[in-house]
């Protein structure tokens, strides 16, 4: 079992910044794939950014140019790097992280971004 914690969440105004972090314990397995999700009130959790284990990444439509995923493997932990938010990307942001080669997943409690205008 892998346990995710995340930090970094807050309140910012709009066209600003905010850093997330999650970071992975509690296993003997390797990390593989990480990625970030969100979930605003009232509407499904959706994908925002994912990450391989060498660093490529992917981005939903929404947030390409504007967010940036990156992870640091000695310390299985991954980033996201939030720029230009605006409010509708005001969710609980969770993180995800897969092993047991991208066959098992765990996700972490999440972290409230609220983006006011």
């Known amino acids: 079992q892998v346990q995710l914690v995340e930090s970094g969440g807050a309140l910012v105004q709009a066209w600003g910044s905010l850093r997330l972090s999650c970071a992975a314990s509690?296993?003997?397995?390797?990390?593989?794939?990480m990625g970030w999700y969100r979930q605003a009130p009232g509407k499904q959790r959706e994908l925002v950014a994912t990450?391989?284990?060498?660093?490529?990444?992917n981005y939903a439509d929404s947030v390409k140019g504007r967010f940036t995923i990156s992870r640091d493997n000695a310390k299985n932990t991954v980033y996201l790097q939030m720029n230009n938010l605006k409010p509708e990307d005001t969710a609980v942001y969770y993180c995800?992280?897969?092993?047991?080669?991208?066959?098992?997943?765990?996700w972490g409690q999440g972290t409230q971004v609220t983006v006011s205008s």
């Open positions: 990450i391989t284990t060498g660093g490529s990444p």
């Open positions: 509690g296993s003997r397995f390797c990390i593989n794939a």
């Open positions: 995800k992280a897969n092993y047991l080669g991208n066959l098992q997943f765990s």
